[in-house]
């Protein structure tokens, strides 16, 4: 049980690492980065989808007959085209996956700081702070049409803040035994 336990630990230190890291350029500069997400996603989905045909190509050479490679191949790359066409209208749809998410993370993170044993004297500004990143996710998902970047640049403010707290959480958990 302990082993689990510095597992998760271990998780969310680096958990907290990855939200500040994708939070700063988000926070900092939301369109280029979007821009610049939409620009590598549609890029690895165009080269798997190569990738998949040339290897059903290869595969008929061989064999006759294309295998189901190639049907994977051109669905990648259409899905390539839709992401790096339909970008903006793909952006409108984003800050409502990225409220669900941050309202998740908020009430895990509540439930988290409400299920300690002890009361330690941190633990109502981690619960504060849980109750600020669950508005936040609700302002996001209830209004996600107004202002996307704007709500793109406050979800990267979100997220450095789960950073922190995931941060701030493994500090005061790893000298804890479970039993």
């Given at each position: 049980?302990n082993?689990?336990?510095?597992?998760i630990q271990?998780?969310q230190?680096?958990l907290?690492?990855?939200?500040?890291?994708?939070?700063?350029?988000?926070?900092?500069?939301?369109?280029?980065?979007?821009?610049l997400?939409i620009?590598?996603?549609?890029?690895?989905?165009?080269?798997?989808?190569?990738k998949?045909?040339?290897?059903?190509?290869?595969?008929k050479?061989k064999m006759?007959?294309?295998?189901?490679?190639?049907?994977i191949g051109?669905?990648?790359?259409?899905?390539?085209?839709?992401?790096?066409?339909?970008?903006?209208?793909?952006?409108?749809?984003?800050p409502?996956?990225?409220g669900?998410?941050?309202l998740?993370?908020?009430?895990?993170?509540l439930?988290?700081?409400?299920?300690q044993?002890?009361?330690?004297q941190n633990?109502?500004?981690?619960?504060?702070?849980?109750?600020?990143?669950i508005?936040g996710?609700?302002?996001?998902?209830?209004n996600?049409f107004s202002?996307v970047?704007?709500?793109l640049?406050?979800?990267?403010?979100?997220?450095?803040?789960?950073?922190?707290q995931?941060?701030i959480?493994?500090?005061q958990?790893?000298?804890?035994?479970?039993?």
């Amino acid at each position: 049980m302990n082993q689990l336990f510095r597992t998760i630990q271990t998780n969310q230190l680096i958990l907290g690492i990855i939200y500040i890291i994708l939070g700063l350029p988000i926070a900092l500069k939301p369109n280029q980065s979007f821009n610049l997400f939409i620009s590598t996603l549609s890029l690895i989905l165009f080269i798997y989808g190569l990738k998949a045909i040339i290897s059903s190509y290869q595969f008929k050479r061989k064999m006759g007959y294309y295998d189901s490679r190639m049907m994977i191949g051109v669905s990648l790359l259409i899905a390539a085209a839709i992401v790096f066409f339909l970008a903006r209208a793909l952006l409108s749809i984003f800050p409502i996956i990225v409220g669900i998410g941050i309202l998740i993370s908020g009430v895990s993170q509540l439930m988290l700081r409400l299920n300690q044993r002890s009361v330690q004297q941190n633990q109502w500004f981690g619960i504060t702070i849980s109750v600020l990143i669950i508005i936040g996710g609700l302002i996001i998902l209830l209004n996600p049409f107004s202002s996307v970047l704007a709500i793109l640049q406050f979800g990267g403010l979100i997220l450095i803040v789960l950073g922190i707290q995931n941060i701030i959480n493994y500090f005061q958990m790893r000298n804890r035994k479970v039993f």
